[in-house]
C-alpha cells in the first residue's frame, strides 16, 4: 500500500502542531458534504427548539384557538396554513421541535446511560457475568419495540416522561450489544496488553485506553438512536399514547390532520415532512461521523 | 522476438497507477522483463515496491478504479492480456496462468469441501463432468501430499501449510503454463516453508511450469529461482541470473538488501542497515528514487533517470554511477 | 561468571479449552545471565511468546517458579509486582496493533513514566525528546499518531516506551518479524546499540533463525511447549544435536548461489496440536529417528557438554556423528 507522506505544520520547536482525536474528525467530517449538511440542518432545529419558547407565546400562537382561521391553506399571514382550529402550522411544527428533540435526546440519553455501562461490564469481564447480560438483553430485545413502548406507557401512564422511559428501554439492547463487541474486540489489543505491561490497573486501562477507543461506534449509534427514537415517538402519539393534546408533537399533528387529508393535505404534509428532515438530517451526520471517527482511515 | 516458442510471457513497459482523488500512486513504472518455459523468476523487494501489482497486472486482476494500467504490453502465452476480450480472460485465468496468494486462511472459500473448491476449476476449464472433475480433485489433493480422503473436509479442518498446498492444488488443477506465486510461505512456518517451496520445485520440474515467485526472502530466491529482478519504488533496479544478480551484484540498493540480512555463516558481522525509508509513490523524485538512501550517490542522480543498461548478455542494472570509468559497488565480483 | 538475572523453574501454563488441556508451556527450565540475550525459537503455537509473558506475568503462570534477580516473581503480591514492571519489560510483534491509534507519539512514550513518575511534571517533555533521539525518531513526530507513521517508527515508538522506566530485562516478541529487510536490519542494530548503551538483559522471541543467530548469546529451541535443546548459538548452529534443531538449521534458505550444496531434512507432517498430550516424545510423530523408547516416555533435558542441553532419547547416536 502507499505510505502517505505527512506534511506537518512545524512549530517553533520543529515539532508538528498537535492536532487533538477530535480536531483530526472534525478535519475529515469537514470534506463529508453530506454530513456537514446534516450537522448544519440538525444545528438549525436545535436552535429552532431552543428559542421556540422566546419566539412564540405558547398559549396564543400555538394552542390558542382562532376559529375565524380554520383551515386556511397556505397564505401570507400563515406560510404553512391552519389547522381545523385555525392555528398556525408553522408555529406548531416550530414549537414541536421541542418535544420531538427533547424526547429522542432523554430517551437516548437513557438508553445509552444504561446500555454502556451493561454492555462494558459484559465485555470486559466476560464469563458468566457477560452470559446473564447478553442472555438479558436477546430476552428483552426479542420483544417488538412499538409493543414494549405500548405496554411501558399503558402500564405508567401517559404523559412525556413515561415516553421518554419507554422508548428510552427499548433502546437498551442496541447499546449492549455495540459496546459489548467494541469493548471485546478492543480488550484483546496488544496495546492493552502493554499498557499492563506497564503496571496501569484495570481500572486506568478502561479509561484511558479501552473506553476512547470503543468511543466512536457509540456516538454514531447514538446519533442513529436519536433518529430513530423520534420516529417512535410520533408514532406513539399517532396512535394517541404519546404526548398528549393540545401539545404540538408533530405525530399528533401528523395524526390530527389525518381527518382532513383529502381536503387539506398540507396539514398532515408539513409535521411529516419536519420529521422527514431531521431523522434525515440526524442520519446523515451519523454516517459522517462513523467515517470521521475512525482514525484508520486515510484523510 | 515473439518467434521463440519458448517464451511463455513477455512484459513490455508496464506501467500501473492507482489513480486517487487526490494523488496519483506510482505503483508500477515502465517494467520489462520475459519468462522462459521451466523457468522460475524471483520478483524481489520490499513493501510498496510493486511486486504485487505486477502480479495482479499480468492476470488483469488490478482493482480498477483506482488501479489504471497506463500503458505496456502483457503477453502471456500469445494472448495479449490487454486486448482479449473478457470471456478470453476467464479462459486464460487458471488454464494458462494462476495465481497463489500470501494468506492461505483467506484464499478458500470456508463452506466448500476443499475437493469441490479444486473441482470447480477444473469443470471450468477441462469441461468435465461434476464427478470426473472431482475424481481428478482428489488427484490433485494426492500430488500436493494430502490423503484423497480428506477431500471431503472443509478448509477450517486443515493447518496453514495444508491449507496452502490446496491453493497450490488448486492453481495447478488445470496445469497453466504459468504460476504467479506471491510470498507463498510468508505465512507458514520453516519446516513447512521448506515443505512447500519443495513441492512448487518438484511440480514445476515435472509440469515444466513457468514460475513467477514474488518474496522479499533473497534465501527463497537463491533456492528455487533461475532468474531475478530486484524492484524498487516499481522499477525493475537489477535483473539478471541468479549467479548474475548474487556474485556480480550491481546496485547499490541490491547490495543494500544483502548487508542487512544477518549471515548465518558470520554471526559477528555487523548488519549495514540501508538508512532511511522508500520514496512516497505518488511522490517520487525526478532521478533515481533510490537517491536519498545511496551511499554512492552523486549530484547526476537526483535529476537524471537511470535506464537499465546491459552488463553481460544477461545481466542488467539501472544505476548512473557505473557510467564513470573503473566503478564498482563494494559487493560482488567484477563482469571480466 | 556473570550474575543471573532471569531464572525459570519449571514454568508450565495450561489452558482449558473445550477439547482439553492445552499444554501451552510445560515445564521449561532455563537461566539468563544479566546483559546476555537468550534467543528463543521455535514455530508458530510452540508457547515461546507464552513463555514470554509468563515471566513478566501478563498471563499467570499454572506452575512453575520464575526468578528476577533472586526474587520470586511468581510469588509477589500485585503491588509488588507493579513495582517490578519497571525492571521488566516487553517490546511486541505487531507495530500496528500495540500502540494505541488515539494516543500520539509523546503520550504513548509518556504514559510509563507518569504512571512510575521517573522525572518531575516540566521535565518529561525533555526527556521524551531525549528518548526519541535514542531510538532515532525525529523530534517532530512527537505530536504525530501511529497510523500517520510506517512499521519501522511505530516499532521505534514501542522500544522508546520500553526503556522509559530503564528496565533491567526486556523480552523481545518478534519485533522484527512484521518489518521489511532494510527496516529489520535498523532495528536490530538499535536493540543491540541499547543493550551495549545501558547494559540490558534480553529474551529474544523469534521464529527467524537467522535473525536469532545473529543477535544472541545462547538459543533455546522449544517444541510444543517444551525446550528440546538449549546452547551457546554458535555451538548450536554448529553441532545441534536434536532431530528437530536440525531440521529447523536446515531449513533456513540461504541467500547464497554457488556455495556447498546443502542437505536439506524434510519433516514428515505438521506440528500436532497441543491439547491432552500422551507421554512420548512430542517430536516423535514427524521425528526420522523416531524409535520404540520415544513412544514409551517423554525424553528429559539433559546437559551434554557445559552449557549444551539436550532431550532426546537417541542424543547418544547423534553426538558421535
Same mark, same amino acid.
Given at each position: ?15 508538528? @502542531?498537535? +492536532?487533538? !482525536?477530535?480536531?483530526? #474528525?472534525? *478535519?475529515?467530517?469537514?470534506? $463529508? ?5 446534516? /450537522? ?27 376559529? @375565524?382561521? +380554520?383551515? !386556511?391553506?397556505?397564505? #401570507?399571514? *400563515?406560510?404553512?396554513?391552519? $389547522? ?5 402550522? /408553522? ?209 | ?336 | ?321
Amino acid at each position: 500500500m502507499a505510505k502517505k507522506q505527512q506534511q506537518p505544520k512545524l512549530d517553533a520547536n520543529g515539532e508538528r @502542531k498537535q +492536532r487533538s !482525536q477530535a480536531g483530526e #474528525a472534525w *478535519h475529515r467530517m469537514k470534506k $463529508d458534504r453530506g454530513a456537514m449538511l446534516g /450537522l448544519v440542518v440538525v444545528s438549525i432545529i436545535i436552535l429552532v427548539a431552543l428559542l421556540a419558547n422566546v419566539l412564540l407565546d405558547y398559549d396564543e400562537d400555538v394552542i390558542g384557538m382562532h376559529t @375565524k382561521e +380554520r383551515l !386556511q391553506s397556505p397564505n #401570507a399571514k *400563515h406560510l404553512l396554513g391552519t $389547522d381545523e382550529y385555525g392555528r398556525d402550522i /408553522l408555529f406548531r411544527i416550530l414549537y414541536g421541535a421541542r418535544y420531538s428533540l427533547s424526547v429522542g435526546l432523554v430517551a437516548v440519553a437513557i438508553a445509552l446511560t444504561i446500555g454502556v455501562t451493561l454492555g462494558a461490564i459484559a465485555g470486559y469481564n466476560g464469563g458468566a457475568v457477560e452470559e446473564v447480560i447478553m442472555r438479558f438483553t436477546d430476552i428483552f430485545s426479542s420483544v417488538p419495540n412499538m409493543l414494549m413502548a405500548l405496554v411501558v406507557v399503558s402500564a405508567l401512564g401517559q404523559s412525556m416522561l413515561n415516553l421518554m422511559i419507554a422508548i428510552g428501554v427499548t433502546s437498551v439492547p442496541q447499546f449492549v450489544r455495540i459496546t459489548r463487541a467494541t469493548v471485546l474486540t478492543v480488550r484483546n489489543q496488544e496495546y492493552v496488553e502493554s499498557a499492563r505491561a506497564i503496571g496501569l490497573s484495570t481500572p486506568k486501562i478502561i479509561v484511558s485506553h479501552i473506553l476512547p477507543n470503543s468511543l466512536s461506534p457509540i456516538i454514531v449509534q447514538t446519533t442513529l438512536r436519536v433518529a430513530s427514537a423520534i420516529i417512535s415517538a410520533s408514532s406513539l402519539s399517532f396512535l394517541g399514547l404519546g404526548i398528549p393534546a393540545p401539545n404540538p408533537e408533530w405525530g399528533s399533528m401528523l395524526s390530527g390532520g389525518r381527518k382532513f387529508i383529502r381536503d387539506y393535505p398540507y396539514m398532515t404534509l408539513y409535521p411529516g415532512l419536519a420529521i422527514m428532515i431531521t431523522v434525515l438530517s440526524l442520519n446523515l451526520l451519523g454516517d459522517g461521523l462513523r467515517d470521521a471517527l475512525d482514525p484508520k482511515l486515510k484523510n | 522476438m515473439s518467434d521463440n516458442n519458448n517464451e511463455v510471457l513477455r512484459v513490455e513497459d508496464l506501467t500501473v497507477y492507482y489513480e486517487l482523488e487526490e494523488e496519483t500512486v506510482k505503483a508500477v513504472n515502465d517494467i520489462s522483463f520475459t519468462l522462459d518455459r521451466g523457468e522460475t523468476i524471483g520478483l524481489v523487494g520490499e513493501t510498496g515496491a510493486g511486486k504485487t501489482t505486477t502480479a495482479l497486472a499480468l492476470l488483469r486482476l488490478v482493482p480498477d478504479p483506482p488501479g489504471v494500467i497506463k500503458s505496456g504490453k502483457i503477453t502471456v502465452c500469445g494472448n495479449d492480456m490487454l486486448e482479449v476480450p473478457v470471456q478470453k480472460l476467464e479462459e486464460i485465468r487458471g488454464k494458462d496462468i494462476a495465481m497463489i496468494f500470501q494468506d492461505p486462511m483467506t484464499s478458500l472459500n470456508p463452506v466448500f469441501t476443499v475437493g469441490e473448491q479444486i473441482a470447480e476449476s477444473i469443470e471450468i476449464h477441462e469441461k468435465l463432468g461434476k464427478h470426473e472433475a472431482y475424481e481428478k480433485a482428489l488427484d490433485m489433493l494426492e500430488m500436493v501430499g494430502i490423503p484423497r480422503e480428506r477431500g471431503a473436509e472443509y478448509p477450517h479442518q486443515f493447518s496453514g501449510g495444508m491449507k496452502q498446498r490446496v491453493v497450490i492444488a488448486i492453481a495447478l488443477a488445470c496445469q497453466p503454463q504459468l504460476l504467479i506465486a506471491d510470498e507463498p510461505t510468508t505465512a507458514l512456518d520453516v519446516t513447512i516453508q521448506a515443505q512447500v517451496l519443495d513441492l512448487i520445485k518438484n511440480l514445476k520440474d515435472r509440469q515444466g511450469t513457468s514460475v513467477i515467485m514474488i518474496t522479499h526472502d533473497l534465501g527463497i530466491v537463491a533456492e528455487t529461482c533461475d532468474k531475478v529482478a530486484v524492484m524498487y519504488a516499481g522499477r525493475i533496479i537489477e535483473t539478471g541470473t541468479l549467479d548474475d544478480v548474487f556474485n556480480y551484484t550491481l546496485h547499490p540498493y541490491t547490495e543494500g538488501l544483502f548487508n542487512s540480512l544477518p549471515n548465518i555463516n558470520d554471526r559477528k558481522a555487523e548488519l549495514k542497515p540501508i538508512h532511511g525509508l522508500m520514496p512516497d509513490p505518488t511522490n517520487l523524485p525526478p532521478g533515481c528514487a533510490f537517491e536519498p538512501r545511496c551511499e554512492y550517490a552523486c549530484e547526476a542522480c537526483k535529476t537524471q533517470l537511470p535506464e537499465l543498461v546491459n552488463f553481460s548478455g544477461t545481466h542488467k542494472a539501472a544505476c548512473l554511477r557505473y557510467a564513470e570509468e573503473g566503478f564498482h559497488i563494494a559487493r560482488g565480483k567484477k563482469h571480466e | 561468571m556473570s550474575k543471573t538475572m532471569i531464572e525459570v523453574q519449571n514454568l508450565t501454563k495450561y489452558f482449558k479449552t473445550p477439547k482439553g488441556m492445552l499444554h501451552a508451556v510445560d515445564g521449561v527450565n532455563f537461566t539468563i545471565d544479566e546483559g546476555k540475550t537468550l534467543g528463543v525459537v521455535g514455530e508458530s503455537g510452540c508457547g515461546k511468546s507464552t513463555t514470554g509473558r509468563c515471566i513478566l506475568r501478563l498471563i499467570e503462570p499454572t506452575d512453575g517458579k520464575v526468578f528476577f534477580e533472586g526474587q520470586d516473581v511468581t510469588a509477589m503480591s500485585s503491588r509488588q509486582l507493579h513495582d517490578m514492571r519497571q525492571k521488566m519489560q516487553i517490546i511486541f510483534q505487531d507495530p500496528f496493533s500495540s500502540l494505541d491509534p488515539r494516543k500520539t507519539v509523546a503520550q504513548t512514550i509518556q504514559e510509563p513514566m507518569i504512571e512510575f513518575k521517573i522525572v518531575p511534571k516540566d521535565q518529561l517533555h525533555a526527556k521524551t525528546r531525549e528518548l526519541m533521539d535514542m531510538v532515532g525518531l525525529a523530534g517532530r513526530l512527537i505530536n504525530t499518531y501511529p497510523h500517520e507513521l510506517d512499521g519501522g517508527r511505530r516499532q521505534r515508538i514501542g522500544v522508546a516506551r520500553a526503556i522509559s522506566l530503564n528496565p533491567k530485562f526486556i523480552v523481545c516478541d518478534e519485533p522484527v518479524s512484521a518489518l521489511d529487510v532494510s527496516i529489520q536490519a535498523q532495528i536490530l542494530n538499535l536493540l543491540k546499540e541499547l543493550q551495549r548503551d545501558l547494559g540490558l538483559t534480553y529474551m529474544f522471541i523469534t521464529h527467524d533463525l537467522s535473525v536469532v543467530n545473529h543477535f544472541s548469546d545462547d538459543i533455546a529451541v522449544m517444541y510444543l511447549g517444551q525446550l528440546v535443546e538449549k546452547a551457546p548459538a554458535e555451538e548450536l548452529f554448529a553441532n545441534p544435536i536434536h532431530p528437530y534443531t536440525q531440521a529447523l538449521l536446515s531449513a533456513i534458505p540461504i541467500p547464497e548461489v554457488g556455495g556447498p550444496k546443502r542437505e536439506r531434512i524434510l519433516l514428515k507432517g505438521e506440528i500436532t496440536s497441543p491439547v491432552n498430550l500422551p507421554d512420548e516424545c512430542r517430536f516423535a510423530k514427524r521425528c526420522n529417528y523416531s524409535c520404540e523408547a520415544c513412544r514409551q516416555s517423554d525424553p528429559k533435558l539433559v546437559e551434554i557438554v557445559p552449557g549444551h542441553f539436550v532431550a532426546c532419547h537417541r542424543m547418544n547416536e547423534f553426538i558421535n556423528h
